[in-house]
């Protein structure tokens, strides 16, 4: 299978496995927690210029479905230095860009070619960035009294003291969401800081074992399907192992991917012959992709998809040959080709 196929069944992957989407509440207030909590997984930005593209239209309330054209118009404004070798239309010239993104991205070994680590290293840094720009707008927006920190009615005000009282932890209900926000509550003083505030919005991307921990139980609960509080082979043959599977194949271009039965006796480690949630932990990232896990991945999709002569590595010349692979997000949404939004219930 084809690295190329194998990107897009992960991209699947994270589109049918996000576990955060607030069903039981009014629909209102369903779009704009899926909107304030990230559900529709953006491809990774390439450009911090087009990142910033996306945050302009982002505070526009404007999103991925906007007219990104008006809002080139807006970042001239803001961002004059992104069109000062704008081409004819006064569109952003991505030959020039990648000419001035290469060196920043060619720096150990600076040696003129750009290898994986250095791709990822660089795909990882506008991640973290995008992730920090969201929650700071959040934190701003979010935090009535200006203290810094935001509380659970500061941010979800739809839930009344009677509601989280039930704590009913059906999903989407008060009590679920409770649930999360205690978990990044590390202090635990009842406020989200900027760090705590960026865990429960991307809990995929949190290392806080509470929040991964939660993750892989609401995740085993949708596998578990004689409801025993484990997996069986059977099970995690047909959930787990598929996932894991797609994964590493394009990891390892379909070498050395281990067995349902080899993996599952590897991750059984009492060998009672069921998984519970902390034998699956080594399996998280998998099972539990957030984007800067699905950053390393595109980080080498960009790699396989411009590296011409298929020695690992990129040169100016061939990025420039495939200047349209790094600035995917842009061009789809000029062409209004748009990708789906990622919250549907499974």
Same mark, same amino acid.
């Given at each position: 299978?084809?690295?190329a196929v194998?990107?897009?069944?992960?991209?699947?992957?994270?589109?049918?496995?996000?576990?955060?989407?607030?069903?039981?509440?009014?629909?209102?207030?369903?779009?704009?927690?899926?909107?304030?909590? @990230?559900?529709?997984?953006?491809?990774?930005?390439?450009?911090?210029?087009?990142?910033?593209?996306?945050?302009?239209?982002e505070?526009?309330?404007?999103?991925?479905? @906007?007219?990104?054209?008006?809002?080139?118009?807006?970042?001239?404004?803001?961002?004059?230095?992104?069109y000062?070798?704008?081409?004819?239309?006064?569109?952003?010239?991505?030959?020039?860009?990648?000419?001035?993104?290469?060196?920043?991205?060619?720096?150990?070994?600076?040696?003129?070619?750009?290898?994986?680590?250095?791709?990822?290293?660089?795909?990882?840094?506008?991640?973290?960035?995008?992730?920090?720009?969201?929650?700071?707008?959040?934190?701003?927006?979010?935090?009535?009294?200006?203290? $810094?920190?935001?509380?659970?009615?500061?941010?979800?005000?739809q839930?009344?003291e009677?509601?989280?009282?039930?704590?009913?932890?059906?999903?989407?209900?008060?009590?679920?969401?409770?649930?999360?926000?205690?978990?990044?509550?590390?202090?635990?003083?009842?406020?989200?800081?900027?760090?705590?505030?960026?865990?429960?919005?991307?809990?995929?991307?949190?290392?806080?074992?509470?929040?991964?921990?939660?993750?892989?139980?609401?995740?085993?609960?949708?596998?578990?399907?004689?409801?025993?509080?484990?997996?069986?082979?059977?099970?995690?043959?047909?959930?787990?192992?598929?996932?894991?599977?797609?994964?590493?194949?394009?990891?390892?271009?379909?070498?050395?991917?281990?067995?349902?039965?080899?993996?599952?006796?590897?991750?059984?480690?009492?060998?009672d012959?069921?998984?519970?949630?902390?034998?699956?932990?080594?399996?998280?990232?998998?099972?539990?992709?957030?984007?800067?896990?699905?950053?390393q991945?595109?980080?080498?999709?960009?790699?396989?998809?411009?590296?011409?002569?298929?020695?690992?590595?990129?040169?100016?010349?061939?990025?420039?040959?495939?200047?349209?692979?790094?600035?995917?997000?842009?061009?789809?949404?000029?062409? $209004?080709?748009?990708?789906?939004?990622?919250?549907?219930?499974?």
């Amino acid at each position: 299978m084809g690295r190329a196929v194998v990107y897009v069944l992960i991209f699947a992957a994270f589109a049918a496995f996000f576990v955060f989407s607030p069903s039981d509440l009014p629909d209102r207030n369903r779009q704009e927690l899926t909107r304030r909590l @990230g559900y529709k997984f953006r491809t990774p930005t390439f450009d911090p210029l087009v990142a910033e593209l996306e945050r302009i239209a982002e505070e526009r309330e404007l999103g991925s479905r @906007g007219n990104v054209i008006g809002v080139e118009q807006t970042a001239k404004a803001k961002i004059p230095e992104a069109y000062r070798d704008s081409n004819d239309e006064g569109r952003l010239n991505i030959s020039s860009r990648l000419v001035v993104l290469f060196p920043l991205v060619d720096h150990s070994p600076k040696d003129g070619l750009i290898n994986y680590e250095e791709m990822s290293n660089w795909i990882t840094e506008q991640t973290i960035n995008k992730l920090n720009s969201r929650t700071g707008r959040e934190l701003a927006f979010y935090d009535k009294n200006g203290d $810094g920190a935001i509380s659970f009615h500061e941010y979800l005000p739809q839930f009344t003291e009677e509601d989280i009282a039930r704590n009913e932890t059906g999903h989407g209900q008060a009590g679920w969401w409770k649930q999360q926000f205690t978990n990044a509550d590390v202090d635990p003083n009842g406020l989200l800081s900027f760090d705590e505030l960026k865990d429960f919005l991307h809990p995929q991307d949190s290392s806080n074992y509470r929040i991964q921990n939660w993750l892989l139980s609401e995740k085993m609960k949708r596998m578990d399907y004689d409801r025993d509080g484990k997996l069986s082979f059977d099970e995690f043959l047909h959930h787990a192992y598929d996932i894991y599977k797609s994964y590493i194949e394009f990891e390892t271009q379909g070498d050395d991917v281990p067995t349902a039965e080899e993996k599952f006796d590897e991750l059984d480690l009492d060998e009672d012959e069921v998984l519970t949630v902390e034998e699956l932990r080594p399996l998280f990232q998998y099972l539990n992709p957030g984007e800067l896990s699905h950053a390393q991945h595109y980080a080498a999709h960009l790699i396989n998809e411009a590296d011409d002569n298929k020695d690992g590595f990129l040169t100016l010349e061939e990025m420039l040959k495939h200047e349209y692979v790094f600035y995917t997000t842009l061009y789809e949404n000029q062409n $209004g080709d748009y990708e789906d939004d990622f919250h549907d219930e499974l």
